[in-house]
């Protein structure tokens, strides 16, 4: 049986921690599951990680439903009999149009690929009516507060919700989240006492991301635990270093067929660090 949002909810009453992966195609989504993972997520992060753009901005519904279907095969290839609950990122701008076109995209992805819930970010009264839509019609939702990458362009990259104020509104928002029926609540780089504070609050499980130990679960862009990105964010250290490992291995299996006709990897200039979450 695959997992199903109300597992996760069931961990939580059980007080079982919830792990969540980012996957982005057969093969990654295949690793994350043979690790025993709880949930995957096909993360509008792939924008940065795999297709190279600058922000999350960028990447298409097309696109996520290409990854997320690819994501699924790796899931049903590793793990046929329990593969974790696959959940897939609606892109910028497929949400924010309107109700119809909200619950239109999100069933595309119920319908065309094997992901099982969405994931969507913010809490604005549109995206709450939104929200309550999708429920309304079957489609399981997981919201995103704090650090919300899709607007990169008005908060930044920055620890959100500092100080009493916007610590109070964090929460009310998570509070209109589960209100509204999302079955579970991302919460990126935000102080872990808030963090810990919502999680005991809330019923729905708090997954978090750069805000600490506190919460239900915790959920990592596979590409910088795994080190494969140029820079991780502060709040994600990888746990070993995979990209120059890659690149190490690689590179003695290029000079062991012989002189190179490409610069050799030190006097290549380094690639640009894109910072990402
Ligand atoms: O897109 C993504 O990978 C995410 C995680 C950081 C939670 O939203």
Request: charged residues 15%.
């Amino acid at each position: 049986m695959p997992l199903r949002p109300a597992d996760l909810t069931r961990r939580k009453q059980g007080g079982l921690p919830i792990t969540m992966l980012t996957a982005w195609d057969a093969l990654s989504a295949a690793v994350v599951a043979s690790a025993g993972v709880d949930a995957v997520l096909v993360g509008d992060s792939l924008a940065m990680v795999v297709l190279g753009h600058a922000t999350t901005l960028p990447v298409t519904l097309e696109e996520m439903l290409h990854h997320c279907r690819a994501a699924g095969r790796g899931l049903a290839a590793a793990a046929p009999q329990h593969p974790p609950l696959l959940i897939c990122d609606l892109p910028f701008l497929s949400y924010q149009c309107g109700a119809d076109a909200a619950v239109a995209a999100a069933g595309r992805v119920l319908k065309e690929t094997p992901a099982v819930a969405v994931k969507l970010e913010g809490a604005e009264p549109e995206t709450l009516a939104v929200i309550d839509r999708m429920v309304r019609s079957g489609i399981p939702v997981m919201g995103h507060l704090g650090l919300t990458p899709q607007s990169v362009h008005q908060l930044g990259y920055r620890r959100q919700a500092g100080d009493p104020v916007s610590q109070e509104r964090l929460r009310r928002r998570a509070l209109a989240l589960q209100e509204a029926g999302c079955f579970a609540l991302v919460i990126e780089h935000v102080p872990a006492e808030l963090a810990s504070a919502l999680s005991a609050a809330l019923v729905i499980p708090v997954i978090g991301i750069g805000a600490g130990d506190g919460c239900d679960g915790q959920v990592r862009v596979t590409a910088d635990l795994l080190g494969l990105t140029s820079r991780q964010p502060p709040f994600s250290p990888p746990l070993m270093q995979g990209r120059a490992l890659a690149v190490e291995v690689l590179g003695r299996w290029v000079r062991e067929q012989g002189p190179a006709a490409a610069p050799a990897p030190a006097t290549r200039p380094a690639a640009p660090a894109a910072p990402h979450c």
